[in-house]
C-alpha cells in the first residue's frame, strides 16, 4: 500500500467526505419526509391519491438511481451534487415508503379507531397516533436504507458531484495510482457505513428485547 496517496492528497480525500456526508443527511431527510407521505397516500382514504402513491412506488423502484441521477442532472440544470441529492432522494423515498406503509399496516385497526372516537381528524390521527408507532416498529429497515443510501452516493460522480468517489477517480487519474486510491476510498466509506450498522443493530436488539419484555 502507497500511503503517500492518502497523505498527499488527504485534503482532497476530507472534501469529498464532506460532500458525501452533506449530500447523503440531506437526502436522508428529505427522502424520509417523502417517502412517509408518500406512504400515507397510499393507505389514505382517497382512492386517486392511493393510485398516486402506488404509480410512484412502483415506477421509481424499478428504474435504477443512476439512470434517475442522470434524469435530474440533464433534465433539471442542477450542478452535480444538488442533482446526485435530488436523484438519490427520489430512489430512496420510495423504498422508504414502502417500510413506513407496512408499518401503519402493522398498527391495529383499534388504533385509528380510537383516535378518531376522541375528535381527532384523519390526519391528526395518522399523525399523533399511527405513524409514531409505525416508525418506531420498522426502525431497522429504515436504518438499512439509510445505509443503502450512503452507498449509494457515490454515483454522484458520474455527474462530477465532487463527492468521494469523484474525488477518488481525480486522485486515480492524477496519480495514476488505481487500486490504492480506490481502497483508501472504500475506507472512508467505511468510516460513515460501520458506525450506522452498528446503530442499526443496536437498535434491533432493543427492540428485541422490548418485545420480549412486554411479552
Not at 7 to 30: E, P, R, V, W, Y
Not at 168 to 187: C, E, M, N, P, R
Amino acid at each position: 500500500m502507497d500511503f503517500s496517496i492518502l497523505t498527499i492528497n488527504i485534503d482532497s480525500f476530507l472534501q469529498g467526505l464532506k460532500i458525501t456526508l452533506i449530500a447523503s443527511l440531506i437526502a436522508l431527510l428529505c427522502s424520509f419526509l417523502l417517502g412517509t407521505m408518500i406512504a400515507v397516500m397510499r393507505i389514505g382514504p382517497f382512492k386517486l391519491l392511493n393510485w398516486l402513491g402506488t404509480a410512484y412506488v412502483e415506477f421509481i423502484r424499478n428504474i435504477p438511481v443512476l439512470v434517475i441521477i442522470f434524469f435530474t442532472y440533464l433534465v433539471g440544470n442542477f450542478g452535480g451534487m444538488v442533482a446526485g441529492t435530488i436523484g438519490l432522494t427520489i430512489y430512496t423515498s420510495s423504498f422508504i415508503a414502502e417500510a413506513i406503509r407496512a408499518g401503519i399496516l402493522s398498527v391495529p385497526k383499534g388504533q385509528m379507531e380510537a383516535a378518531r372516537s376522541t375528535g381527532l381528524s384523519y390526519g391528526q390521527a395518522m399523525r399523533m397516533v399511527i405513524l409514531p408507532q409505525a416508525i418506531k416498529i420498522v426502525i431497522p429497515p429504515l436504518g438499512n436504507q439509510f445505509i443503502n443510501l450512503v452507498k449509494n452516493s457515490s454515483l454522484l460522480a458520474v455527474v462530477a458531484g465532487g463527492d468521494l468517489m469523484y474525488q477518488g477517480d481525480l486522485i486515480s487519474a492524477k496519480t495514476y495510482v488505481t487500486f490504492d486510491t480506490y481502497v483508501f476510498v472504500a475506507l472512508f466509506y467505511l468510516l460513515l457505513t460501520i458506525p450506522l450498522s452498528l446503530g442499526v443493530g443496536y437498535l434491533e436488539k432493543r427492540m428485541a428485547r422490548s418485545h420480549v419484555g412486554g411479552a
